[in-house]
């Protein structure tokens, strides 16, 4: 299940239904990121989040099915905020349920890397007088590369 | 031109407001690959010409990653984009 919307998420929800879905499931992890105050920038006030539809859902999925091959993935979820979000707001979350907890760990980590360097989504700091593009990292591609 | 022979080209985040543009639609000429109609744009000069190689441009063609020597067809759609930042 994959959404790229605009609105707010609730954790639990997702957490239910995750443990709601999956026969055999005896794991379910979750990762939650947050607009936080400091980037690029310091004194962050919010984010601008920009995607390329179609593509971004695509991708994720590609992710999905690589996490499935890789480990033992009985479902999972991706929900990515697009928009402005303000300081404090979640951006992204990723569930994975499986039948053992270090599948659902590795999958679930595997996913958010991954997404984090090839899924179509920019991010653009905002403080009270500038705007910034974010700019990719190379710890984040270290990150992704540490899974092939 | 006709829309059956044309490229559309999307442009994302730091490149769609650099650029003022969002999209444009190209004449598919034959044998043009992605990195050639990259070097085309930039030829336009002003910001253009930043597509030629200052910053890095990923390329995405019918919604694939994809490399410059990719040869384009009639009715692709072509991205340009920074590397990506989601998450």
Redesign the interface.
């Known amino acids: 299940m994959i959404r790229v919307q605009q609105q707010d998420f609730d954790p639990a929800e997702e957490y239910r239904a995750l443990r709601d879905s999956g026969s055999g499931t005896g794991a379910i992890a979750t990762f939650t990121?947050l607009v936080r105050d400091s980037g690029d920038l310091k004194g962050v006030t919010g984010l601008f989040?920009?995607?390329?539809p179609?593509?971004t859902e695509?991708v994720i999925e590609g992710l999905i099915r690589e996490a499935s091959e890789r480990w033992d993935v009985r479902e999972a979820r991706v929900i990515?905020r697009v928009g402005y979000l303000a300081l404090g707001e979640q951006?992204?979350f990723v569930g994975v349920c499986s039948a053992h907890r270090g599948d659902a760990f590795a999958a679930c980590e595997f996913i958010?890397d991954a997404?984090?360097?090839?899924?179509?989504?920019?991010?653009?700091e905002i403080t009270g007088d500038s705007e910034h593009?974010?700019?990719?990292?190379t710890a984040d591609l270290d990150r992704t590369q540490s899974w092939e | 031109m006709t829309a059956d022979n044309t490229i559309t080209v999307k442009f994302f985040a730091r490149l769609r407001e650099e650029l003022e543009t969002a999209s444009l639609s190209v004449e598919a000429e034959s044998g043009l690959t992605a990195g050639r109609l990259l070097h085309s744009l930039a030829a336009r000069g002003g910001n253009w010409t930043q597509l030629d190689g200052a910053q890095p441009v990923m390329i995405a063609v019918n919604q694939v990653m994809t490399k410059p020597d990719k040869v384009l067809q009639p009715g692709d759609e072509v991205a340009f984009f920074p590397p990506v930042t989601g998450g």
């Open positions: 990121g989040l920009e995607h390329y179609g593509m695509q990515h951006i992204v958010m997404l984090k360097t090839s899924a179509p989504f920019w991010k653009k593009w974010v700019e990719q990292k």
